[in-house]
């Protein structure tokens, strides 16, 4: 039977809408427009994925210019209670995160820094090897290193969350087992549900998901089963299959969204080391490079996030399921390991 409609969006309104990535084109006014009229409360937006030290600082430089300029439509968030001061001012909370430590480069102590500034979310590699790991297209598997031993037991310290989307299996595994805080997997999938390189083993997600961590479905059509031919039920099946493997206490969205990202963002996130492209691991070079051909019908951009709470609720959910997979799990993650 089909939900009602309006019972659906007074829901969705209702909920603390949280998209635990984000990627889009931050100089777009049209990505600031659409999280709006989406109702997004926070994202989780990438500030640097291949960027070293001075690169870094100056995106962060750059998006304290955007919050002065935007104060209007967004906020920094640093605390679970921006969150909802976001929600309450009608506005998206901007959540500075990475997809790689490469920006700390080989200095400890920077993660002070950055977690001053403001980042509350570190990937711990991206793709291939850095100084902490393996990524998940890396050729090897190997673990934390020392170096990545010591960075997840800082991040600990300092209230910054670790994220494992990226990151390769061996090291996915070690991150989880050496950290004393829950961890995220903000934007991946199952590869019991769709098995490629970039998707999480059951072992990750339970291990996960045993020490109180959360993972955001990503509805990039390339980790759905359908690829990219798949749609809004692809998107639905992938959470379907993230909760029946932990429960709903431990999914939430991670659209991995990249509004109006030109070619070129997509040759450098796809490229060796953010340099050579096409990249020799497998899965990159072939994919499409126009962010419109990475998203289902209907799902492209976050002004049509609300249908998720009508398409969850015709699924069967509840409406407190609801609630928490919109983003009340992340609310009550980012409150253990930020704040604790």
Same mark, same amino acid.
């Given at each position: ?48 994925? @291949? ?8 995106? *962060? ?11 209007? $439509? ?20 901007? *959540? #500075? ?23 509350? *979310? ?53 991150? *989880? ?16 549900? #769709? ?7 059951? $072992? ?88 419109e051909d990475q998203y289902p019908v209907g799902l492209k951009t976050?002004? $049509? ?24 799990? @992340? ?10």
């Amino acid at each position: 039977m089909s939900t009602d409609a309006t019972h659906a969006r007074k829901l969705y309104d209702a909920a603390v809408v949280i998209d635990a990535l984000n990627v889009s084109n931050w100089d777009s006014d049209a990505v600031y427009e659409s999280l709006n009229a989406g109702g997004v409360a926070a994202i989780n937006a990438t500030q640097a994925t @291949w960027e070293g030290y001075e690169e870094t600082l100056d995106l *962060i430089a750059k998006w304290y210019v955007r919050l002065r300029e935007r104060s209007d $439509q967004i906020l920094l968030v640093e605390t679970v209670d921006d969150i909802h001061r976001a929600k309450r001012e009608g506005k998206t909370g901007i *959540i #500075f995160g990475w997809q790689n430590t490469s920006p700390i480069e080989n200095d400890l102590d920077r993660l002070a820094l950055f977690h001053k500034l403001g980042v509350r *979310i570190m990937q711990v590699t991206y793709h291939e090897r850095n100084l902490l790991g393996d990524g998940c297209m890396e050729r090897q598997n190997g673990g934390l290193t020392n170096f990545g031993i010591d960075a997840v037991r800082e991040m600990n310290r300092l209230g910054i969350l670790l994220d494992l989307s990226h990151v390769g299996v061996a090291t996915t595994q070690e991150s *989880i087992e050496v950290s004393e805080k829950p961890v995220a997997i903000t934007h991946a999938n199952a590869k019991s549900y #769709f098995d490629h390189r970039r998707n999480k083993t059951e $072992q990750a997600i339970k291990t996960m998901a045993d020490k109180g961590g959360v993972i955001g479905a990503t509805c990039i059509q390339g980790f759905l089963r359908n690829t990219y031919s798949s749609t809004i039920d692809d998107y639905l099946d992938a959470i379907d299959h993230l909760v029946d493997m932990v429960g709903v206490d431990h999914v939430g969205i991670g659209t991995d969204h990249t509004q109006d990202q030109p070619e070129e963002f997509w040759k450098y996130i796809g490229g060796q080391q953010g340099t050579k492209y096409p990249s020799s691991f497998t899965g990159h070079s072939g994919m499409p490079l126009a962010w419109e051909d990475q998203y289902p019908v209907g799902l492209k951009t976050p002004d $049509q996030l609300p249908i998720m709470s009508e398409s969850l609720l015709n699924r069967g959910y509840s409406d407190d399921d609801v609630i928490k997979i919109l983003g009340g799990n @992340w609310l009550r993650l980012f409150g253990e390991v930020w704040e604790a």
